[in-house]
């Protein structure tokens, strides 16, 4: 019996107490399905519920009154074992032993489809995140955001949501004019400029434009310039592209903020903004009302000298996603972007958007650490450590489920050591592991013939291991959708890690093959189905977080 199916079943029970009077309660306020989740303590039953503390008020009843009076019309139910009221009125449920058991054959079938949910169907939202600086090869902020941000869309996919995936390539400003110093100077064999870019991959990029064309060099300086400047970003670009690509992670919206410039869409929301009072002229530049909408200051538009501020380009940008629709904007940025929460909502309430629709999620800095020590630069990048020297390092799968693992909220450090090695001390190992060890007994069970199809009996499912197994793989449809709504793919990687240690720890309990002068029965074939089932959870759990799910290790 699936945790949705109970709480459907219990908002029945709830129905049918106050049809018959048993609790005095507007029927309107009755969910059409009651929340239900793991009791902290084992021991208090296979799941409860705080339907009596919700709405024992609006009944004119204290808590444990409420639950008293519900309890007879949940026990008629035959997949309820046992009922029972604890602590200030949750009602704690046993199932019988042939409804906690079915769980497993459900999930089997199920397949794939095991854990999707409609939390967000019908609603669209567009993502943005990574958007790293066309300068440099993708540091660790920027593979934080590749490895939470895909991840975070899965989660949402599977709760139906349809989700654009968004990056705004930031090919406009003085970064991008200092990157093109930098390769100029590269290639006339010069230092980089005092506040330009340095790094192997600056020399490499430099030349590689030189062997493209080498009459380069020989051009007037600014348009010399112009030249690096258009090259480089493409095939920084380019290179930024590809080892997302090869980190499992694509976009479906390349946006060029280069274009809002080039198209004229910032002149034309700076004049929309004029038009409506939104902005203001003081002391030669013009400011956003931001302050009227929660910024802790109002923030220049225009500079004195009639050149846009970056924040006009982001105002451009919100406008663009306005006109193509989407829902919900959600934005990943790194630590230092705080004061963008006030501002992004500030611009959205001046285009006349609710501010709500706006989300800005920030991240905090990763850490690499080797021997004990914080890895403090690579080579190639100059002055950063990027993603594919965490790769490099500790492969792909290792590099998307450590970055994932912990809430955005903290910073992070990455053990290579650890990491990399192949230990139960190591999470994606230990929960890859777990996967693996589930298809290897599939593949024995087929040897000893022992076959799902031939019998389910579930009632047999009767050890304290398969009661705990049971229990965490039916929490793992509620775990996808909190992390979809909390945008906290976290959770994802936590629950494999629960689920696997479950896993095991039944394994060592129970036997799916049988002895050698054991004759196969349902027992063995019910067990399998619980393996396979876990097996599943597995590896939908491990495709949220974008990481494989090996067959054999």
């Known amino acids: ?131 790293a600086n066309p300068t440099g090869p993708l540091h660790l902020a920027g593979a934080r955001w590749a490895a939470v941000g895909d991840s975070m869309a899965r989660t949402m996919q599977a709760q139906g949501a349809s989700v654009i995936r968004e990056y705004y390539f930031n090919d406009h400003g003085a970064q991008v004019d200092r990157f093109a110093r930098s390769l100029m100077a590269a290639a006339h064999g010069q230092d980089a400029p005092e506040d330009g870019y340095s790094g192997q991959y600056i020399e490499e990029i430099a030349q590689a434009i030189i062997k493209a064309d080498p009459a380069i060099t020989q051009e007037p300086a600014p348009q010399q310039l112009e030249r690096f400047r258009e090259r480089g970003t493409e095939a920084m670009f380019a290179e930024i592209k590809r080892t997302l ?167 992070l450090e990455i053990d290579l050591d650890l990491w990399a090695s192949q230990s139960n001390e190591n999470p994606v190992y230990y929960v890859q592991y777990a996967h693996a060890r589930t298809r290897a007994v599939d593949r024995n069970a087929a040897k000893a013939g022992v076959r799902r199809e031939d019998g389910f009996a579930p009632q047999t499912l009767d050890h304290e291991s398969e009661a705990v197994l049971l229990g965490a793989l039916a929490e793992f449809p509620a775990v996808v959708a909190q992390a979809a709504r909390l945008r906290e793919p976290h959770r994802v990687a936590r629950y494999l890690e629960t689920l696997s240690s479950a896993y095991h720890k039944w394994y060592d309990h129970r036997r799916v093959i049988p002895y050698a002068d054991e004759p196969v029965s349902d027992i063995h074939r019910t067990r399998l189905w619980l393996n396979d089932a876990t097996g599943q959870v597995l590896a939908n759990g491990l495709d949220l977080l974008g990481v494989s799910a090996p067959e054999r290790m």
């Open 245 to 411: 690509h090869d980190f499992g992670v694509d976009f479906d919206v390349y946006f060029h903020e280069e274009s809002l410039h080039q198209s004229g869409a910032v002149a034309e929301v700076i004049e929309q903004l004029k038009q409506n009072g939104h902005l203001y002229e003081l002391d030669g530049a013009w400011w956003l009302r931001s302050s009227a909408y929660g910024d802790d200051k109002d923030r220049v538009v225009i500079k004195s000298d009639g050149e846009a501020a970056y924040i006009a380009g982001d105002i451009a940008y919100f406008k663009d996603k306005q006109r193509r629709g989407a829902d919900r904007a959600v934005y990943l940025l790194g630590a230092d972007h705080h004061g963008y929460i006030a501002r992004l909502k500030a611009a959205a309430a001046a285009l006349g958007d609710d501010p709500d629709r706006v989300e800005v999620l920030i991240g905090q800095l990763v850490f690499l650490v080797k021997d004990g020590q914080r890895v403090k630069m690579a080579k190639r990048a100059g002055n950063v450590v990027t993603l594919e020297d965490l790769t490099d390092g500790i492969g792909r799968d290792a590099a998307r489920y450590a970055l994932v693992r912990s809430s955005i909220d903290s910073s």
């Open 1 to 131: 019996m699936t945790p949705s199916e109970l709480s459907q079943a219990l908002a029945a029970a709830l129905r049918q107490a106050v049809a018959q009077s048993a609790i005095s309660l507007d029927p309107t306020e009755i969910p059409d399905e009651v929340r239900v989740e793991r009791p902290r303590q084992r021991e208090h039953g296979d799941w409860s519920t705080n339907v009596a503390l919700q709405l024992a008020k609006k009944a004119g009843l204290n808590p444990r009154q409420f639950a008293d009076a519900l309890i007879p019309f949940i026990e008629t139910h035959q997949a309820v074992a046992q009922v029972g009221v604890a602590g200030p009125g949750f009602i704690n449920l046993t199932l019988a032993k042939d409804a906690a058991g079915t769980l497993a054959r459900e999930i089997v079938e199920a397949a794939g489809k095991y854990g999707e949910g409609e939390g967000q169907l019908g609603e669209t939202v567009n993502l943005e995140f990574v958007s």
